[in-house]
């Protein structure tokens, strides 16, 4: 296909309200994840190497990782289905099969610590020859948040756009079709670097949209006409726009006037505030979510083993000694898997950190979705956290009469739930569990 045409597409891909680029590729909570998903398979390892893995699907912690990407809004809609286990084709056997669940394991350990993209290669291959049943290039998803810069998401839409613009015929299920592709995502990446990004999450999500044939590849009965083309696209983007509903931005509205709420409370309880990195530039009440706010962290919380995680943690109130008195995770519609392991970043990552007051602000109606999540198997190392649940209706109740006669901390801990794990109460593990650097998040 013609660069020019290719250059064009991308550019009103860019501009449409309603497409991947916009709806998730620029979204906020796509980067957060990164680092959750990253420590959630580090729990998937450890129960392998240990042998407590189990051997089904339902409540391990490899659902709880596959659950927090198949919430990564379009690109990733269905991403979990390749890991469930199918009874009747007993598949993927990384369930059963001892032996391939430590190889499973072992490709995982290796992605996750390795630095360089011959490593990966190399792991790839490694897992191919064992031909574990039923688990092929799905596995790439996982890959995809380890390493965003060399391995690009894989689903049926992405090879449906890629083979639509390349005329290509790759196919499922198999880890050198998989990796042909990648190739030649690298070669559109690199030619349109300019308007795509070094993160491949960008040329995968462009490809998406075109295998769910929501852009018109040029016909050849316009004769290289590129006005009439033009006049295609923008009727798509005008569509996407009109047909676009308000939820989202509800959602972020809700998310941003929440965290509006925790600033003014605590500026009112007389702590600094922190609000998260990527979301201090949010308007708010004719100014910006961060106004009056910390402009940088302590250095104690800043230069901890987990600051960069921190900084994105929504609201931190900050007490007069430099030290976290209270992290508050906004939940409205997003994983409350990755505001858990956010929470436990800070508690691992700090001095005292598990002391710390930590609340997940979430709707009323998220209630038991909070706790069923703080039950898995995968969360029984943090039922020592002091972690508690702060419904939206308590706190907007409440916020301002605890403003006023509030001391400290006592209102919100009286409106407050806590959360009990289900599950045993194993001792909080200390960090650097595998000794691996920390993966390229894109930003």
Not at 231 to 246: F, H, K, M, Y
């Amino acid at each position: 296909m013609d660069e020019i045409w290719i250059g064009e597409l991308i550019r009103h891909w860019r501009d449409d309200e309603g497409g991947t680029y916009r709806n998730w590729f620029l979204w906020e909570e796509r980067i957060k994840n990164f680092r959750s998903i990253r420590r959630g398979l580090q729990e998937v390892i450890t129960e392998i190497k240990a042998d407590t893995f189990g051997n089904a699907y339902r409540g391990s912690s490899l659902e709880t990782v596959l659950d927090s990407i198949a919430e990564q809004r379009q690109v990733f809609k269905g991403a979990n289905h390749a890991f469930m286990w199918k009874p009747k084709l007993r598949i993927p056997d990384i369930y059963e099969s001892r032996p391939n669940q430590i190889a499973f394991g072992r490709f995982l350990d290796t992605c996750l610590c390795c630095d360089t993209e011959q490593h990966v290669l190399d792991a790839i291959r490694t897992l191919e020859q064992v031909a574990i049943k039923g688990l092929g290039p799905a596995a790439a998803n996982l890959l995809y948040f380890l390493h965003p810069t060399i391995m690009p998401p894989f689903n049926t839409a992405i090879i449906r756009g890629y083979n639509a613009l390349t005329n290509a015929g790759v196919k499922l299920g198999r880890w050198d079709q998989y990796l042909g592709m990648r190739k030649g995502i690298l070669t559109l990446n690199s030619q349109h670097r300019s308007l795509l990004s070094n993160d491949l999450g960008a040329a995968a999500a462009f490809l998406f949209d075109l295998g769910t044939e929501r852009y018109p590849l040029p016909p050849q009965a316009m004769n290289g006409s590129l006005d009439a083309w033009k006049a295609i696209l923008e009727q798509v983007r005008a569509e996407s726009a009109a047909a676009t509903t308000t939820i989202a931005r509800d959602a972020d509205h809700t998310h941003t006037e929440i965290q509006g709420w925790l600033r003014d409370l605590g500026m009112a309880l007389g702590y600094s505030v922190w609000i998260a990195s990527n979301d201090s530039s949010r308007s708010y009440r004719n100014g910006r979510l961060s106004d009056g706010c910390l402009v940088q962290l302590p250095d104690n919380i800043a230069y901890a083993m987990q600051g960069d995680t921190i900084k994105l943690i929504d609201v931190l109130w900050i007490d007069t000694q430099g030290h976290v008195a209270a992290a508050f995770e906004v939940e409205h519609t997003t994983s409350i898997y990755s505001g858990i392991l956010r929470m436990l970043d800070l508690a691992l990552g700090i001095e005292g950190g598990a002391a710390h007051h930590l609340f997940l602000v979430a709707p009323d109606n998220r209630q038991g979705e909070v706790r069923t999540q703080f039950g898995r198997p995968a969360f029984s190392r943090v039922s020592e956290l002091n972690l508690r649940y702060l419904p939206y209706s308590e706190l907007r109740n409440h916020r301002e009469s605890i403003a006023r006669f509030g001391e400290g901390l006592k209102g919100l801990l009286a409106i407050s739930r806590p959360i009990t794990s289900v599950s045993s109460s194993t001792k909080i593990p200390s960090a650097g569990m595998h000794g691996c650097g920390s993966s390229e998040v894109p930003t």
